[in-house]
Each structure stands twice: as structure tokens, then as C-alpha cells.
């Protein structure tokens, strides 16, 4: 973990001046309150609220987020009361303190899926601001993180519950890259045999994979300036959990699954993520009942974008287009 210093300096890139003073006293307010105070790891209690700031800070989040943030769990750990918190930093961040201390309180002591959704509305009941409900995202994320200090048996409450409750309300709010940091690091302490075999499988296709997706990501642009379509694509292999759950899901080797590569084209209008989609179904054959147009259809949460899959010299690829601010709002 970066010294404090370094992620203000990072942070600042975003934040105004007065902003970044008031985190940084929010810092040393923290760092007063916890001294003493140590991780299963060993490390000084500080680490963990800053690392929660920085995860947060990735996301852009404001200021009043990131104090909060830092100051988290002084009113769990020390005895330092909501009212001071109110006094000194707003009532606004007191308010996101106190929440993300409510939501500490709640026991999770089933692994039923339906009731594992009950909880899940609870949390989105509770917290009245959104910005809880990612303080404790990032909260829960740097604690799978740093897990690896804590006994096997309570690895695996944790992880177990992370899968059941945080990595779902994650994908809910369209985080995907911490949906599936989270999810990775459940199957590495709830199965490590699979994670690591996997991760081995994986790293050792990694050359014939990488050129695979240089190609056909060389393929599409090409196609993309014959239609004069602006856009760019990136394209990525599916993470580690997804692959073991499509294993699971269908019964099927590694061999079968591993090879489902995700792209996406960004383009400059709504017109044009259309047409891409036609130049896309040109080359490359569509699978059957796999298109959905989130773009006339949007999820609830808002997320546009048009999802297609289509095989590509007989590997599935699976293939996302939308505009750039579409891409800013996913």
C-alpha cells in the first residue's frame, strides 16, 4: 500500500485543493484514533481506511466519500462518537460514518440464495445514500484482499458470504471490476486447488490467448474503417471465477470454457453502435438468441449498450457496443 502522501498527490488529479485538505486531516484524525490499534496481518489499523479511500478514490468519488472512508470504523473501534464526527467534518460524512457502522452491525448467517437477496434489499433499504453501500464495497473488497492473516474457517465465512451478498450488490451498481476481484478472491480461499489449477491453465494459454484477441480485435477495426465507423476495441479473456462457474454450469473442461473472449467497441453515436453491429454480424456468425439491445431497452440502473455473440474461427466471443458516454456511465 502506497504511503499516504503519494495516493493525496494521486487523488489530486481529481480533487479541489480545499477538498484534499480536508481528507488529509481526516487522515491524521484517523491515524490518531486507531494508533495502537494493528491487523490480523500486523500492519497499524491506518492501512485499511486508507486502502478503502484509494479503492474509492479509483471510482472518482467526492470528498465527503473519501473522509468518510478514512474515518469508517473509529466509531466501531475507538471512542471517538458521531457527534465529533458531525463537528468536525459535516453532518453529511457523520451520516455515511454512522451508515457503514449500521451495516457492520448486520449478521449474515445463511447461505439460501433467497434469503442471501433478502439481505441484500436489506442493505440497499438501510443505506439512504449510495455512497455507504460503496464505502462498504470497498471496505469488504481490501478485507478479501488482506484475508489470507485470518484462520482457514473464518477465510471461508467470509468468503462465502462476500459471494453471497457483496459480489451480487456490486454487479448490481454496474462495478464490474470489483464484482470480479471479489469473486476471484472467494474461489482462491473457498477453493484454492481450482484457483490456483486454473490460474496455472490459464497463465500457460495466456500467449496464444493474447494473440488471439490482438487479432481479432485487428480484424474488427479494419472492418469498423471500411464502414468509415470511428471506434475503438479492446478486447479481455473471462476472469477466473466466471470460468469455473461455466465449468460447473455446464460440466464441461477447461479446455471447453476457458477460450470465451469479451470485446467492446466504442463508437461515436447511437447510429453507428447499429451499424458496427451489422459489419459485426458480416464477418463473424451471430449466435442464436443471444443478442440484447440494452441501448432501446436500458437496464434499470441505466446501463446502455448492445450485447451480441458470435463464433469466431469456433471460439464464442461475446461482443459489447456502445458510445463513449455510455462507457462513461458503465
Known sequence: MPEAATLFKEWS????????????????????????????????????PLAVANILAQLHLDSQALTAALLHDVMEDTEVTKAEISKKFGKPVAELVDGVSKLDRIEFETKEEAQAENFRKMLLAMARDVRVILIKLADRLHNMRTIASLPQAKQ???????????????????????????????????????????????????????KYIEEVAGILSEKLKEYDIHGT??????????????????????????DVMAFRIVVDNITECYKALGVIHSVYKPVPGRFKDYIGLPKPNGYQSLH??????????????????????A
Open 156 to 210: 471461508t465465512r467470509i468468503a462465502q458470504e462476500t459471494l453471497d451478498i457483496y459480489a451480487p450488490l456490486a454487479n448490481r451498481l454496474g462495478i464490474s471490476w470489483i464484482k470480479q476481484e471479489l469473486e476471484d478472491l472467494c474461489l482462491r480461499h473457498m477453493h484454492p486447488d481450482v484457483y490456483y489449477k486454473l490460474a496455472q491453465r490459464v497463465a500457460k494459454k495466456k500467449t496464444e490467448r493474447d
Open 308 to 329: 451480441t455473440a458470435v463464433i469466431g474461427r469456433h471460439r464464442p466471443i461475446e461482443v459489447q457496443i456502445r458510445t463513449a458516454e455510455m462507457h462513461q456511465v
Open 233 to 258: 476495441v479492446t478486447g479481455r479473456a473471462k476472469h477466473l471465477y466466471s470460468i469455473f462457474k461455466k465449468m460447473e454450469r455446464r460440466k464441461v473442461d477447461f479446455d471447453q470454457v476457458y
Open 13 to 48: 488529479g481529481y480533487l479541489k485543493p480545499e477538498d484534499l485538505a480536508r481528507i488529509e486531516t481526516a487522515y491524521d484524525f484517523s491515524k490518531n484514533a486507531h494508533n495502537g490499534q494493528f491487523r490480523a496481518s500486523g500492519d497499524p489499523y491506518i492501512s485499511h
